[in-house]
């Protein structure tokens, strides 16, 4: 089970860290991945991880704002959300990949996915 928490509402150009605590198993051999959904459109790729966290993929939306990193010891993934735009408010959903240890940008390689935790940026 993951857990993704951290979300909020905050203003133009702030920032929010987000986490994901795995339970019930390891992912510290899994990709991850952060993916967000606004309101009304499909899920969306954000950034993903790999199982040593030393690679990484972000969608060009987020590439210099955003920083996904990990922390195996803790079972846990974040996503740093730094100058926040409107545009970004959706909910985030982490998901584990848990058959690469490497990431991929789509949602239909992730097998294990958190509740989702609502990020809202007013303007």
């Known amino acids: 089970q993951l857990q993704a928490y951290g979300g909020g509402l905050v203003q133009a150009g702030d920032s929010l860290r987000l986490s994901c605590t795995a339970s019930g198993r390891t992912i510290s051999s899994d990709a991850m991945g952060w993916f967000y959904q606004a309101p009304g459109a499909e899920r969306e790729f954000v950034a993903g991880i790999d199982w040593t966290g030393r690679r990484f993929e972000y969608a060009d939306s987020v590439k210099g704002r955003f920083i996904i990193s990990r922390d195996n010891t803790k079972n846990t993934v974040y996503l740093q959300m730094n100058s926040l735009q409107p545009e970004d408010a959706g909910v985030y959903y982490c998901?584990?990949?848990?058959?690469?240890?490497?990431?991929?940008?789509?949602?239909?390689?992730?097998?294990?996915w958190g509740q989702g935790t609502q990020v809202t940026v007013s303007s």
């Open positions: 998901a584990a990949d848990k058959d690469r240890t490497y990431p991929v940008p789509y949602l239909s390689a992730f097998d294990y």
